[in-house]
């Protein structure tokens, strides 16, 4: 089966691609929100490496979030529009499950807080246990930094944190002294690959945005002030 991975709910854009043949590979092709120029030209530049045209794939897996509003937009109307005019599978996985399974994979048992950055002083947060499976533990949902650490203050037991929003606010975590910080930033393309092959097909993918938009909000704190 030949599968390409879409990952744009952070600051970076990535692609993953899994072949038949038995080949995988991700790469990251832009680290600075230019999703809209940098994804198709990386999914035809990919494909062409590897001699493939896009209706030899099979399938398409996508990030729905959470992330930042713009970036997913721009993954889920790509991902929808390829399944759709090329008639083959879609499925869509969530950006928090991803970091979840990406540490399970390097080894990471116990529990894990995936965090993606939110930007406005905010993360979206979800914890997990990992050992042979990966257990959501709670449902995604947005907190600050400091709620997060806040919760995780008094329970000795250890935990480990992963995702771009850890990085961006490593202070606040880093102050846990039972917390292991993981250098791990982006939602993983290689668990994505892995989900789609044993997940079923949907015939819509959702986005996960657990708030409004960024240029919403602040057309509502306009109209109150």
Same mark, same amino acid.
Request: hydrophobic share 45%; net charge negative.
């Given at each position: 089966?030949?599968?390409?991975?879409?990952?744009?709910?952070?600051t970076?854009?990535?692609?993953?691609?899994?072949?038949?043949?038995?080949?995988?590979?991700?790469?990251?092709?832009?680290?600075?929100?230019?999703h809209?120029?940098?994804?198709?030209?990386?999914?035809?530049?990919?494909?062409?490496?590897?001699?493939?045209?896009?209706? %030899?794939?099979?399938?398409?897996?996508?990030?729905?979030?959470?992330?930042?509003?713009?970036?997913?937009?721009?993954?889920?109307?790509?991902?929808?529009?390829l399944?759709?005019?090329?008639?083959?599978?879609?499925?869509?996985?969530?950006?928090?499950?991803?970091? *979840?399974?990406?540490?399970?994979?390097?080894?990471?048992?116990?529990?894990?807080?995936? *965090?993606?950055?939110?930007?406005?002083?905010?993360?979206?947060?979800?914890?997990?246990?990992?050992d042979?499976?990966?257990?959501?533990?709670?449902?995604?949902?947005?907190?600050?930094?400091?709620?997060?650490?806040?919760?995780?203050?008094?329970?000795s *037991?250890?935990?480990?944190?992963?995702?771009?929003?850890?990085?961006?606010?490593?202070?606040?975590?880093?102050?846990?002294?039972?917390?292991?910080?993981?250098?791990?930033?982006?939602?993983?393309?290689?668990? *994505?690959?892995?989900?789609?092959?044993?997940?079923?097909?949907?015939?819509f993918?959702?986005?996960?945005?657990?708030?409004?938009? %960024?240029?919403?909000?602040?057309?509502?704190?306009?109209?109150?002030?």
């Amino acid at each position: 089966m030949n599968i390409l991975a879409i990952e744009t709910a952070t600051t970076a854009c990535a692609v993953g691609l899994a072949t038949t043949s038995g080949f995988e590979m991700g790469w990251v092709v832009d680290e600075d929100r230019h999703h809209t120029e940098a994804l198709t030209m990386a999914i035809d530049r990919v494909l062409r490496e590897f001699s493939l045209r896009p209706r %030899d794939l099979d399938r398409v897996v996508v990030d729905r979030g959470p992330g930042l509003f713009t970036g997913l937009r721009v993954g889920l109307a790509t991902a929808i529009g390829l399944t759709d005019a090329l008639g083959i599978d879609l499925v869509g996985v969530s950006s928090l499950e991803l970091l *979840a399974h990406g540490a399970q994979s390097e080894g990471v048992r116990g529990t894990l807080v995936g *965090a993606v950055d939110g930007r406005r002083g905010e993360v979206f947060v979800q914890t997990f246990h990992l050992d042979e499976v990966v257990t959501a533990l709670s449902p995604p949902r947005v907190a600050t930094p400091s709620e997060v650490a806040l919760e995780w203050a008094t329970p000795s *037991a250890p935990v480990t944190f992963a995702g771009d929003g850890v990085l961006r606010y490593r202070q606040t975590f880093a102050a846990l002294g039972h917390a292991t910080l993981l250098d791990q930033a982006l939602p993983s393309t290689s668990a *994505a690959l892995r989900l789609a092959r044993s997940r079923p097909p949907q015939s819509f993918v959702e986005p996960l945005y657990l708030r409004e938009a %960024d240029a919403v909000a602040n057309f509502s704190t306009r109209e109150r002030s």
